[in-house]
């Protein structure tokens, strides 16, 4: 389960610098070189993510609201905390 958790925090941090750091300085500063950086490995730790939870779902013997959560707190900013919290520490 410690892969799965920092899997998840990789991946809600990545969230926070793509949508609080790199978005703003596309748009304000006209600077879209951070945005490509940024969102690909976003978006590679995303997939990582989404296979880690599918994984766990099986291994762990999770409920299917934990696994809806777990998903639906990864599109969401510091949505990864709540997962945290509500989810993986009871597994």
């Given at each position: 389960m410690k892969i799965v958790r920092l899997i998840a925090l990789l991946e809600g941090l990545s969230l926070l610098i793509l949508v609080l750091i790199a978005m703003p300085m596309k748009y304000f500063y006209d600077s879209p070189q951070m945005v490509k950086v940024?969102?690909?490995?976003?978006?590679?730790?995303?997939?990582?993510?989404?296979?880690?939870?599918?994984?766990?779902?099986f291994e762990y013997n999770w409920k299917w609201k934990d696994f809806i959560i777990s998903f639906l707190g990864s599109i969401l900013p510091f949505g990864f905390v709540y997962v945290d919290r509500k989810v993986f520490l009871k597994y």
């Open positions: 940024v969102g690909m490995a976003h978006g590679l730790l995303f997939i990582i993510y989404i296979i880690a939870i599918v994984m766990a779902k």
